[in-house]
């Protein structure tokens, strides 16, 4: 309960602020609230939206603005809105993505722009990265691109691959006059590819046919500051003129912004376990997802004791509650002012706080929070730990002191030297001396935006002239419980000298000073433990550098000091990346083509301005429904356990609960599954993963539902054995029947006959969706014949619809699904939504009300299954001069507790364990696992990526055992027109080649392989690593799938309203349709709508799924339009269309046709390995160049090129689009995304904090992507190809290319020949794969002699 009594502060207080320019006075505010919350919930404005719940995607993000009394301006900060408590708005003004502008009213460009750009796909990221430029543009009207990428540290998005979001925002900046700006370094591209263009090697080259604009600019909105919304003037009195204490009291816990300081220092004393709270970006993280509760808040945030700056003698002192983004400020304009050595700190600073979280965090989070959450891997105490900072602290029985931030100040885990009474008041960062030097590291999973592994500060300080050591501080984050500084080495150094000597001494005593057992908590033991030294050595080799260039200046008057080598500087440089840039190349339409029909032009996404505008409507978006419920889940806390009792009696007892939902309240079949039936709604009698449904709690909000359901009490009884990874499955022989096999050929002859046989083992890890939206439903149960309406967030309505008649016990015909759009769904939303339909289902028919339902991001992380994990083992026979003849391999997937689609992504997997090569004699065996985790699932590729990557792998060590460089032996193998599968399907039109050689051409391949090659011979400690990779993919469902349904209608007013049984997921179907349609009505596309999908328009629809969907319902829209177009014939003499549909009408023709396709001749026996299992395949070539800093394990993409052939393209916006959007799902996969288990089966990585995809700046620097010309496709809808799931193979060229520098510098250290590198190549693989003498220092435990904190699954 809240102490109310105790506060000595009055009465409850209105909260007041404004949204949109409109006045929000609330009586009754709970702060317990987000004002993310509050927004969706309570003022209805769905448009910005919850992603995460915690910082880490941005799709929350609105504008907040206050009046500063002290700089006399308002100033406008982007936010996250999920963490803001709605308390913290009082005196504020809120801009949503809904008050900048609209399709009803006026765009404003920031919407019109990333629409128009096609920066907007499933259009869920889209509000977020709106309303973030917004803000920007409100600060400066013309950014530098700098600023843009700055900007969108703190956005994901999960569709586009960025490239088109920063090609739009781009036209705001001060650069926009070329399309890179002018900002490469080799000139503007367009020069660049003009010329590259004139020396002919484009491969694509520039004729009138190819076209390089995918949107005009002279079409966009000018930007108009002066046409934005005004700050409100009854605001403009400024924070912290409230002359009283404000309270705000809810169900749990009371807010209190002070008015004074005084009240602040005697509220901490009279309840020291209060919690002060300033940008809330910790305590929101722990109240949320800890389970912490605070009871009593103090807001002090707005108060100037804790604002301020002021110079002094010896720094600048920060008030305890500046933002990072004031001090990141405020230090950058010192070191633009004052001498460069007394501002080596603050470098330091700024230049870790470039890598410290989003623009959004940095906004709100401040400087005492930093230091007082006590995180171990802060970013800011180490740095302040070796700097020696001070900080005065004050309370309001002992007054102020000054403490020291040194080896004491953190006493333990989240401890601090200050009392529970004491308050931060300033932080006093110092300059630094002539002879000091400070520098400070930090390696993270993702560059931006993330929270670090390893970072480090150090500080070191030299006698008059000398290089002897005067004095030194060495702190680490991430190391132990707390940041800790490494006194012993530091002591051990002084009076030293700082020469080549020294190096080897400095990590003796770090690896002294640093243990780490190997089953700490993070784990990544050795990993952390060599990013130590290999700070130091960055540090050592720096201060060298610097201290010989003093030399130089001193003009010999000191000895020399050891140098630095050439190829030594590597070590040390600071990262620096160009603003991104690329070109896109498509083929024209012909010319005479009628200039409404939109098939081939690159139309924009049909929702996109809606998207940007906030007003296309997800599951959750849509409004509350009378009576409603929400449902919170119980999951099941074990891997694998009997339950021994469920007891919902406290939950019960709780505030707005309803009831209590389980397996007794099925009224049909518990037992379900979306391909075979293994798996129960709720589970009974007992678990087999952690995240499986147990039981439900009704209640009338999201909070009421959640907090019961976390108060429901399990007893489970352990049982064994728990079958975690795929080694544990191997031993206890847990597969799923039947374990499939493809051969063909003799293999025992192959091998035999082989110069050379390589035999080997990989590894690559699943891979979670990340869709924008997490999973969601509303189900509306009709009374009426047990009739029930599923509104769902699902690429397959008719299984929802199945699942939810089985498990009511009613029949099909009684449920209807309904989908309008996905926030993304990449295959995570095939079948696995099922679990969460079936549930509310259950729930909303015991209750007879509607029940609505979103998961959080953990929670969806948790249950709803991800990519499959593989192991491959395989054994390769070839030739001396790189020819494969056998391939053995046996594919092993991790599948979970339910068969899913598990049998068919190992099936697919099987099919395209040859990649892009012919391999006369193939065994692939794949082994479907059985484990105590969530059951995995479809996702783009369906088994591609990881069969391709094994392939990859084992031909790049064919290449380098045969001493033959990688890409010839790629091409000696690749397939051609003619060859024969190991399925036996023979190729017909391959393109591969083609695209090979375009590819090539274009990205200058063998010139580039040289110039990277010279690069690595000039630096040791920076590598840079090239690779082509080629793709065939066969394009088709397995079996009975590949059909599909639509209906058209013609209305009398002569729109047309085209329905079909595809889902819009941001892939662009629905916009595709429209055009196809449109060609074949020959009606402009603004005549045509598509409303949703829906059970009840067409039935037994196959998933939208599979790359196939536009090849399935473009034919199925077709055929029903050509009978449309047959029936109105006769009328098509004179009038318009309009006249021909009004005349049939009064005929009584009939204006709604239904079409219905069957893709011909696809089947395929996996036993017999008959038939013909792809109707066709699409086929691309990627070039990827990288480096790699070999001391962090740190890369860049360089430049990737692509060439890809998509058939025609209906629409080369929407292809290039999913070509980049692919492609970086699969860098994703490749290098940086990676699921972290307990060794019980508990998921670790359950939101962005962890789980890391692909930010803004990791695209390639260079990225340009050329559909293939001229390869028109005679097996789908209008000469086109799928194009979905293919390119994200290509990300594998990224992968291939990290190796190819890793190799570079084993060599450097002596090791030569193949080595293994499993996926994903994280910072982690590829430092330790860099072997030397730093990851020499720290060999691993040996394993089974202890219990590592995470395991591979
Ligand atoms: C998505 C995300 C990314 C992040 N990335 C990074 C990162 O890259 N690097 C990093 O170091 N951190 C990171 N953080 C952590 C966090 O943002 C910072 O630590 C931030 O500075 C905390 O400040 P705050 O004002 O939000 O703290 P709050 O949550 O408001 O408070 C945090 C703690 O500090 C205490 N406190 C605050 N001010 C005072 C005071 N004056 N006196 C006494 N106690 C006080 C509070 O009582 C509370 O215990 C990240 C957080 C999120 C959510
Ligand atoms: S929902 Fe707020 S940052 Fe993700
Ligand atoms: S468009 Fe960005 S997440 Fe879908």
């Known amino acids: 309960m809240p102490e109310k009594s105790t506060t000595g502060v009055g009465a409850k207080s209105d909260l007041v602020f404004f949204v949109n320019g409109k006045k929000v006075v609330d009586p009754d505010v709970d702060p317990e609230m987000t004002l993310l919350t509050y927004l969706r919930r309570k003022l209805r404005l769905t448009g910005a939206k919850l992603g995460c719940g915690e910082g880490g995607c941005g799709a929350c993000t609105v504008m907040v603005s206050r009046y500063n009394p002290t700089q006399r301006k308002v100033l406008h900060l982007a936010v996250n809105a999920c963490l803001a408590p709605i308390c913290s708005l009082h005196g504020a003004a809120v801009t949503t993505v809904e008050g900048i502008g609209s399709t009803r009213t006026r765009l404003n460009p920031v919407q019109e722009r990333i629409a128009k750009a096609h920066g907007s796909q499933c259009g869920f990221c889209t509000p977020g990265i709106v309303m973030s430029m917004y803000t920007l543009l409100r600060n400066h009207p013309t950014p530098d691109m700098e600023q843009l990428e700055t900007t969108l540290q703190g956005n994901l998005c999960r569709c586009t691959g960025y490239r088109p979001i920063l090609e739009g925002y781009k036209t705001f900046t001060k650069e926009s006059h070329g399309c890179c700006g002018g900002m490469a370094s080799n000139g503007c591209c367009r020069d660049y590819q003009c010329e590259q263009a004139a020396n002919g090697n484009t491969g694509n080259e520039w004729d009138e046919n190819v076209s390089k ?13 002066t046409q934005e919304p005004i700050f409100p003037p009854e605001l403009m009195k400024g924070e912290g003129s409230d002359e009283r204490t404000l309270k705000f009291v809810g169900e749990r816990v009371t807010w209190i912004k002070p008015a004074t300081f005084k009240e602040v220092l005697e509220l901490k004393t009279k309840i020291p376990r209060a919690k002060l709270v300033v940008g809330n970006s910790e305590i929101g993280v722990e109240v949320k997802f800890k389970n912490c509760d605070y009871p009593f808040i103090i807001a002090p945030g707005h108060l100037p004791e804790i604002n301020f700056h002021r110079y002094t003698e010896h720094g600048i ?10 001090l990141n400020d405020t230090l950058a304009e010192a070191i633009d002012t004052l001498p460069e050595h007394q501002t080596r700190l603050f470098a330091a600073i700024v230049e870790m706080l470039r890598w410290f979280a989003g623009r959004q965090i940095r906004n709100v989070g401040c400087i005492g929070g930093n230091i007082l959450t006590a995180s171990p891997i802060s970013d800011l105490n180490p740095i302040f730990l070796s700097a020696g900072c001070t900080m005065t602290v004050m309370s309001h029985q002992g007054g102020s002191r000054v403490v020291k931030m040194d080896h004491t100040f953190f006493p333990g885990y989240r401890e601090t030297a200050l009392t529970p009474e004491e308050v931060m008041m300033s932080l006093d960062v110092p300059f630094t001396k002539e002879n000091e030097y400070f520098l400070a590291y930090k390696q993270a999973r993702r560059r931006d935006d993330d929270i670090a592994i390893v970072n480090a500060a150090f500080r070191v300080q030299f006698e008059e002239g000398t290089n002897v050591i005067k004095d030194v501080a060495l702190s680490f984050g991430g190391m132990a419980p707390t940041t800790v500084m490494a006194r012993n080495t530091a002591n051990s150094l002084i009076g030293l000298k700082w020469d080549n000597d020294l190096l080897p001494e400095a990590c003796s005593c770090l690896e002294d000073d640093l243990p780490l057992s190997p089953s700490v908590p993070g784990g990544m033991v050795e990993f952390r433990r060599t990013l130590t030294t290999s700070f130091f050595f960055k540090f050592f080799l720096s201060v060298q550098q610097r201290l010989n260039l003093k030399v130089g ?34 083929q024209e339409v012909p010319k005479g083509q009628r200039r409404d029909d939109a098939v081939g032009r690159p139309i924009m996404h049909l929702s996109a301005l809606k998207q940007a505008t906030g007003e296309a409507v997800y599951t959750d978006d849509m409004p509350h429904i009378q009576g409603e419920l929400y449902l919170g889940l119980v999951l099941s806390k074990k891997a694998h356990a009997k339950i021994v009792s469920i007891d919902p009696s406290e939950a019960l007892k709780m505030p707005g609960v309803e009831t209590f939902v389980s397996a007794e309240d099925v009224p049909g079949s518990n037992i379900t599954g979306p391909v075979v039936k293994d798996e129960e709604a709720f589970a009974t009698e007992k678990v087999t993963c952690v995240g499986q449904i147990v039981g439900a709690v009704l209640a009338d909000t999201q909070a009421h539902a959640q907090r019961a359901a976390k108060a429901v009490v399990v007893q489970y009884e352990d049982l064994g054995p728990k079958i975690i990874t795929i080694e544990d499955a191997i031993l206890h022989q847990s597969f799923y029947q039947p374990v499939n096999k493809i051969e063909k050929g003799n293999l025992v002859e192959a091998f035999e006959k082989s110069d050379q046989i390589l035999e080997g083992e990989l590894r690559i890890g699943g891979q979670e969706h990340f869709y924008l939206e997490t999973c969601a439903a509303i189900v509306v149960p009709h009374g009426e014949d047990g009739e029930m309406e599923i509104f769902c967030s699902t690429q397959n309505p008719t299984t929802m619809q199945m699942l939810a008649a089985k498990v009511l016990g009613i029949p099909a015909n009684r449920v209807v699904c309904r989908v309008k759009r996905m926030g993304g769904a990449f295959g995570g939303k095939e079948t696995r939504p099922f679990a969460i339909t079936s549930v ?18 953990d929670e969806d992380m948790v249950i709803t299954g991800r990519r499959h994990p593989f192991l491959g083992r395989y054994k390769v026979g070839f030739m001396s001069d790189g020819r494969v003849l056998a391939l053995d391999i046996s594919l092993y997937s991790n599948a979970g507790n339910s068969l899913d689609l598990s049998h068919g992504v190992m099936c697919q997997a099987l099919l395209r364990s040859d990649s892009a090569y012919t391999i006369p004699n193939v065994r692939a065996v794949g082994y479907v696992c059985k484990t105590n985790t969530a059951s995995n699932t479809a996702f783009r590729g369906f088994g591609a990526p990881q069969a391709v990557f094994f392939a990859e792998s084992w031909i790049a060590d064919v290449a380098i055992k045969c001493g033959i460089s990688q890409h010839k032996v790629r091409e000696i193998n690749m397939c051609k027109e003619g060859d024969v599968t190991h399925y036996n399907m023979t190729l017909e039109g391959c393109q591969l080649q083609r695209c090979w050689e375009e590819c090539l051409k274009q990205s200058d391949f063998l010139t580039r392989r040289r110039q990277v090659d010279g690069f690595n011979g000039e630096n040791r400690w920076k590598k840079r690593g090239l690779a082509a990779i080629p793709t065939k993919y066969g394009i088709a469902f397995i079996g009975s799938f590949n059909q599909a349904g639509a209906l058209v209608h013609v209305y009398t007013d002569g729109s047309v309203l085209v329905t079909h049984g595809g889902t819009e997921m941001g892939q662009g179907l629905h916009t595709k349709m429209v055009q196809v349609a449109g060609r074949v009505l020959k009606i402009p596309t603004s005549r045509i709508h598509i ?11 196959s998933s939208t799924a599979a790359s196939l969907s536009s090849d399935l319902y473009g034919m199925a829209v077709k055929i029903a339009c050509e009978t449309i177009l047959q029936r109105l014939e006769p009328y098509m003499g004179k009038g318009s269309w309009d006249d021909w549909v009004r005349a049939a009408y009064f005929d009584r023709v009939g204006l709604s046709a239904t079409g219905f396709y069957r893709t011909p001749g696809i089947e395929y026996d996996i036993q017999k390995n008959e038939g013909r299992p792809f109707s066709y395949f699409c086929y691309g070539t990627a070039v990827s160049e990288v480096e790699i800093d070999c001391l962090t394990g740190d890369h860049t993409v360089l430049r990737t090129d692509i060439v890809m052939d998509v058939g025609n393209s209906l629409n080369p916006a929407v292809d290039i689009g999913q070509i980049e959007g692919a492609f970086l799902q699969g860098y994703g996969l490749y290098t940086m995304e990676e699921q972290v288990y307990s060794p019980d089966g508990v998921l670790y990585s359950r939101g962005p904090g962890m789980y890391k995809i692909p930010g803004f700046a990791d695209i390639p620097i260079h ?13 789908a809808i209008f000469s086109s190809k799928g194009v979905g799931e293919p390119p994200i193979l290509l990300a594998s060229s990224v992968f291939f290319a990290i190796k190819d520098a890793i190799y570079s510098a084993r060599a450097d250290a002596g090791y030569k020949g193949i080595f293994r590198l499993d996926s994903p190549a994280t910072a982690e693989r590829i430092r330790m794969a860099c072997k030397d003498q730093f990851t020499a220092q720290f060999p691993a435990a040996e394993p089974g002699s202890f219990t590592p904190w995470a395991i591979k699954l």
């Open 317 to 326: 002192t920060f008030g305890a509650g500046c933002t990072i983004t004031y």
């Open 1263 to 1275: 990225f340009n992507v050329s559909l293939l010309r001229g390869a028109p496709n005679d097996k």
């Open 553 to 586: 200046g001193l003009s010999g008057s000191v000895v020399p000091f050891d140098d630095v080598p050439p190829s030594y500087r590597s070590a040390y440089s600071l990262y620096h990346r160009e603003p991104s840039q690329g070109t896109q190349m498509y």
């Open 1091 to 1101: 409303s949703e999908t829906s059970t009840n328009t067409v039935p037994n629809t």
């Open 213 to 225: 604009e995918l949107f005009q600019v002279s079409e966009f909105l000018p930007l108009d500051p």
């Open 840 to 857: 509310c289902a259950v729930a909303a028919h015991k209750v007879q009300r509607p029940v609505r339902i979103m998961l959080d991001r």
